[in-house]
């Protein structure tokens, strides 16, 4: 009769083999926050950029010293809203433990 071996063979796989499920786990990432302060950073950069660019290009701002700094001022102001807002997103959503979020997913600067 066969049973009596698998049922050997069983217990000797329920035996301790010195490892514990700790040892698998990885650490949870510590926010960077050097990376989330030059998001904001950027982000705030972006939005008084946009918001400027934007004033001066519908004339409620019509000094003549500002009148062509519109253009350059939407597109700086794009150019760090876009990362900016990007970065502060996920951080976000990291700090409020979204699924599939996480600190790893931004670059940390500190290396």
């Keep these: 009769m066969k049973f009596p071996r698998r049922a ?6 329920q035996d301790d083999n010195g490892y ?10 510590k926010a960077p926050m050097k ?3 030059l ?3 950027l982000l705030v950069l972006g939005i008084i950029g946009l918001v400027i660019g934007a004033l001066i290009k519908v004339g409620i701002m019509s000094s003549p010293d500002w009148l062509d700094k ?3 001022l939407l ?3 794009a150019l760090c809203f876009i990362p900016g807002s990007y970065h502060v997103a996920l951080a976000y959503y990291a700090y409020k433990e979204y ?3 996480s600190f790893s997913h931004i670059p940390d600067l500190d290396d």
Excluded at 8 to 13: A, N, S, V
């Design 8 to 13: 050997k063979r069983f217990l000797q796989l």
């Design 20 to 29: 514990s499920d700790g040892q698998f786990m990885a650490p949870e990432p």
């Design 35 to 37: 990376s989330i302060v």
């Design 39 to 41: 998001a904001s950073i």
């Design 70 to 72: 519109g253009t350059p």
């Design 75 to 77: 597109i700086l102001g």
């Design 99 to 101: 699924e599939g979020y």
